[in-house]
């Protein structure tokens, strides 16, 4: 029942921008840390932002700062990540992340859900 479908992706030249989006279903949305990884061939899944459940700290690879902007619509339980000035390296699958760890009186359970991924590819 939980779901993350990404949408967004496609070809552009270098310059260029995309918005990504990933609408999720099926849990608590609000109270999850949404992420975006990427992934290239023979190359280990990177993290490329981050924001907390309220929006209100974002967290940015080095390579991605001043360029690409992660939000967040509770209210509609959607993720983006507006993508600017984009680069042939940012070529690359791009997946949606939900995460959380959720107090049970206890012990502290993971929660850890995934999109599909979305192709991204820069080039003239």
């Known amino acids: 029942q939980v779901q993350l479908v990404e949408s967004g992706g496609g070809l552009v030249q270098p310059g260029g921008s995309l918005r990504l989006s990933c609408a999720a279903s099926?849990?608590?949305?609000?109270?999850?840390?949404m992420s975006w990884y990427r992934q290239v061939s023979g190359k280990e899944r990177e993290l490329v932002a981050d924001?907390?459940?309220?929006?209100?700290?974002?967290n940015y690879a080095d390579s991605v700062k001043g360029r690409f902007t992660i939000s967040r619509d509770n209210a509609k339980n959607t993720v983006y990540l507006q993508m600017n000035s984009l680069k042939p390296e940012d070529t690359a699958v791009y997946y949606c992340?939900?995460?959380?760890?959720?107090?049970?009186?206890?012990?502290?359970?993971?929660?850890?859900?995934w999109g599909q991924g979305t192709q991204v590819t820069v080039s003239s």
């Open positions: 924001i907390t459940s309220a929006g209100g700290t974002t």
């Open positions: 992340n939900a995460n959380n760890l959720i107090w049970t009186g206890s012990y502290l359970k993971k929660y850890d859900y």
């Open positions: 099926g849990f608590a949305f609000s109270r999850y840390t």
